[in-house]
Each structure stands twice: as structure tokens, then as C-alpha cells.
């Protein structure tokens, strides 16, 4: 059900091999920053990283095992770039105790959620409140509506959303990785609200 292609980008990390725990800065114009996406299994995480990273949609791949890793780098109107260094971890319970290896020490948190699926939101609470309690104080964390394009299917309405959202200090979106449709905006906004480093 996911999207992955659990291929890890060979240029990514080359230098001391890649390692899960480096939250990572270059400079003020050019972040390098970990990025971990949690949630449910099916709800479309890989599948949101494949459209963000290679542009492509695979409605047949399979189901992420572990985790898998991808970089990406965006350029920003102001000039500065963010590399992403993603991690997409497993939904299935049986994987859940590996999360924090990968979400600790991340600067970015996205949870996703299915739009179709309530117990799938159920399940983004309880990342959002693992991630309140074991997470960097300061991550920038976004909760995303996945599978917007089943919105004749819809069983979460997007206020929910909007709402739980604004009480946990994240910025919320809804996206499409089938139809790419929010997919780079939801990137483009984490950059945006990254913390930036003083020149020193």
C-alpha cells in the first residue's frame, strides 16, 4: 500500500555513511535538515516522498519495511536551498519501536493522516503526543491530510484537521500525493517556518 521504493539515495550521507541522529545545519543560506514522516500504514507516506523527490506516483508499490531514506534539496525565493534528508518509517505496529531511532534529533516532523480513514487520524494523535513527549523541543511539525482526491470518500473533515492542528502548534495541509496536488507546498512550507541560524 505504500508508495516506497526503499532505494536509499547513494549521494545522500556519503560522508561517515548516513546517520539517523544528525539533525544537521550548513549554513544560514544552505539548511541541511533530518526530516521523519510518521503515520499509519497505508495512509501514503512513501508515496508523498516518491511525488516530492522523483515527481512519480507507483499505485502498486509495496508496503515500507523499517525505514526508508531520500534527499531532496529546495530552492527558496529568497536564495537559500534546504536539503531534506528524509526518513520514512514504517506505519505497521510491529515497527513502532523503531520510530524514535529515527525521529530523534529530527528537525521535522510530518505526520500523515488518510482523509478516508478516522482510526488512521486516531493514529496521528498518538505521534503528534510521542513526538510532544520524545522529540527536539523546537521541530517543526506538520500534519498532513493525505489522499485528498477521495473527497467523495472523505470520513475526516478537513477542520478537524485544522483544528487539532492549532492546538498542538503544527501547521496543517492537505495533499494528494496521486495528484501531486499540495505535495511541493507542503515542503516549501516547512522550509519557510525552519529556524534559521545567526551568521556567526
Given at each position: 500500500?505504500?508508495?516506497?521504493?526503499?532505494?536509499?539515495?547513494?549521494?545522500?550521507?556519503?560522508?561517515?555513511?548516513?546517520?539517523?541522529?544528525?539533525?544537521?545545519?550548513?549554513?544560514?543560506?544552505?539548511?541541511?535538515?533530518?526530516?521523519?514522516?510518521?503515520?499509519?500504514?497505508?495512509?501514503?507516506?512513501?508515496?508523498?516522498?516518491?511525488?516530492?523527490?522523483?515527481?512519480?506516483?507507483?499505485?502498486?508499490?509495496?508496503?515500507?519495511?523499517?525505514?526508508?531514506?531520500?534527499?531532496?534539496?529546495?530552492?527558496?525565493?529568497?536564495?537559500?536551498?534546504?536539503?531534506?534528508?528524509?526518513?520514512?518509517?514504517?506505519?505497521?505496529?510491529?515497527?513502532?519501536?523503531?520510530?524514535?531511532?529515527?525521529?530523534?534529533?529530527?528537525?521535522?516532523?510530518?505526520?500523515?493522516?488518510?482523509?478516508?480513514?478516522?482510526?488512521?487520524?486516531?493514529?496521528?494523535?498518538?505521534?503528534?503526543?510521542?513526538?510532544?513527549?520524545?522529540?527536539?523541543?523546537?521541530?517543526?511539525?506538520?500534519?498532513?491530510?493525505?489522499?485528498?482526491?477521495?473527497?467523495?470518500?472523505?470520513?475526516?473533515?478537513?477542520?478537524?484537521?485544522?483544528?487539532?492542528?492549532?492546538?498542538?502548534?503544527?501547521?496543517?495541509?492537505?495533499?494528494?500525493?496521486?495528484?501531486?496536488?499540495?505535495?511541493?507546498?507542503?515542503f516549501e512550507e516547512i522550509a519557510k517556518r525552519l529556524p534559521r541560524p545567526s551568521p556567526s
Amino acid at each position: 500500500m505504500g508508495c516506497s521504493s526503499s532505494v536509499p539515495d547513494r549521494s545522500a550521507g556519503r560522508i561517515g555513511g548516513i546517520n539517523p541522529d544528525n539533525g544537521g545545519v550548513v549554513d544560514a543560506k544552505n539548511l541541511k535538515v533530518k526530516l521523519v514522516l510518521l503515520g499509519d500504514s497505508g495512509v501514503g507516506k512513501s508515496c508523498i516522498v516518491l511525488r516530492f523527490v522523483r515527481g512519480q506516483f507507483d499505485p502498486t508499490s509495496k508496503v515500507t519495511v523499517g525505514a526508508s531514506f531520500l534527499s531532496q534539496t529546495i530552492a527558496l525565493q529568497d536564495s537559500s536551498t534546504v536539503k531534506f534528508e528524509i526518513w520514512d518509517t514504517a506505519g505497521q505496529e510491529r515497527y513502532a519501536a523503531l520510530a524514535p531511532l529515527y525521529y530523534r534529533g529530527a528537525a521535522v516532523a510530518v505526520v500523515v493522516y488518510d482523509i478516508t480513514s478516522p482510526e488512521s487520524f486516531s493514529k496521528a494523535q498518538y505521534w503528534v503526543k510521542e513526538l510532544q513527549k520524545h522529540g527536539s523541543p523546537d521541530i517543526v511539525m506538520a500534519l498532513v491530510g493525505n489522499k485528498a482526491d477521495l473527497h467523495e470518500r472523505r470520513e475526516v473533515p478537513a477542520q478537524d484537521g485544522i483544528d487539532y492542528a492549532e492546538k498542538n502548534g503544527m501547521f496543517f495541509i492537505e495533499t494528494s500525493a496521486k495528484t501531486a496536488d499540495n505535495i511541493n507546498q507542503l515542503f516549501e512550507e516547512i522550509a519557510k517556518r525552519l529556524p534559521r541560524p545567526s551568521p556567526s
